[in-house]
């Protein structure tokens, strides 16, 4: 592919702008030998927590009309497990790590960035704030730019690295969170997470999700997210990556052009682990169809009617 694909993120140089979203693509090394993980702008690992969680009860997926519900439930090994048996592996590829990270109060994600400070092959952090403070309540990190702020400060004081937050899209108003995020020291923002939602079995009238809602993603939600992305670009200085039902190039050069100055592949990843790159590939395939010299031209380049060019 063209080097006009390649870019930067918070000062990490960037293949190209595709990341593969948390979630979605294991700890990264599992796909070692389906894709080429060189050729991916970078990926997002599963969330990592303090200690190693076993998840939410089956069934965990479901496939809908347009998309996927899912309700895992932040199933992982832990950050220490995590340092010692999975990044090893993914230090042999130069490609950049982002940790996700999570947790149910201030302190757990705190502890868990201290923690991955001291090693080595990461490249940044991304906090999943979609979790309830059970420390307050359980008010949700996602849904009170106050909580939120407090958050990103108290994190920001551990991390050296730079350090995104993955926002959610279930809020009245996604800028005040966007921007909240960037006051208390965000490097960039991250959007959208997943909606909260219900399919329902009509023969048993039961959840089909084994935890009753689940998280929707995959190109139902593309419109909606776009909107998102559009509005936090707007809101912030700081860089944003954008996701939400992106399945080709055409539909990352959307979120780019709303905005967006990386995008990251989720849902697409689970009927094919190598998207993230064919992704890559298609949006090299746009710039040369728009005559677009480098891929950075077309961050936030949206014409609205009657706006002036």
């Not at 999975?86 to 868990?112: C, H």
């Not at 960035?113 to 906090?127: H, K, Q, S, W």
């Not at 959307?254 to 990251?264: C, K, N, P, S, W």
Request: one cysteine or more; hydrophobic letters at 45%.
């Amino acid at each position: 592919m063209d080097d006009r694909l390649a870019t930067t993120l918070c000062g990490i140089k960037l293949r190209n702008p595709v990341i593969a979203a948390s979630g979605t693509f294991g700890y990264g090394g599992e796909f070692a030998s389906i894709v080429d993980l060189n050729s991916l702008g970078a990926l997002a690992t599963k969330g990592l927590s303090r200690e190693p969680l076993a998840g939410n009860p089956a069934p965990r997926l479901w496939h809908t009309d347009a998309g996927m519900m899912n309700s895992v439930g932040l199933q992982n090994v832990g950050v220490r497990a995590f340092i010692k048996d999975k990044l090893p592996k993914l230090r042999q590829f130069a490609v950049p790590v982002i940790a996700n990270v999570f947790g149910y109060a201030e302190e757990d994600y705190s502890e868990v960035v201290r923690t991955l400070e001291d090693a080595e092959g990461i490249a940044a952090y991304e906090l999943n704030v979609s979790c309830p403070n059970t420390k307050h309540g359980g008010i949700f990190f996602s849904s009170d730019p106050g909580a939120l702020a407090e958050l990103v400060g108290r994190v920001r004081v551990s991390a050296k690295r730079p350090l995104i937050v993955k926002l959610s899209p279930n809020v009245a108003s996604i800028q005040p969170f966007a921007k909240a995020a960037e006051d208390a020291g965000a490097d960039a923002v991250s959007l959208v997470n997943t909606f909260i939602s219900l399919a329902i079995n009509i023969e048993t009238r039961t959840p089909r999700i084994g935890a009753g809602f689940g998280g929707l993603s995959g190109p139902a939600i593309k419109p909606i997210a776009l909107r998102m992305v559009y509005e936090a670009a707007q809101a912030v200085k700081i860089p944003v990556i954008g996701l939400g039902g992106i399945s080709s190039g055409a539909d990352a050069a959307e979120f780019l052009i709303a905005g967006a100055h990386a995008v990251e592949v989720g849902t697409a990843n689970f009927a094919d682990p190598a998207a993230p790159h064919r992704i890559a590939r298609e949006l090299d395939d746009v710039l040369e169809k728009l005559r677009v010299g480098k891929v950075n031209e077309l961050v936030g380049t949206i014409r609205f009617p009657g706006s002036a060019k």
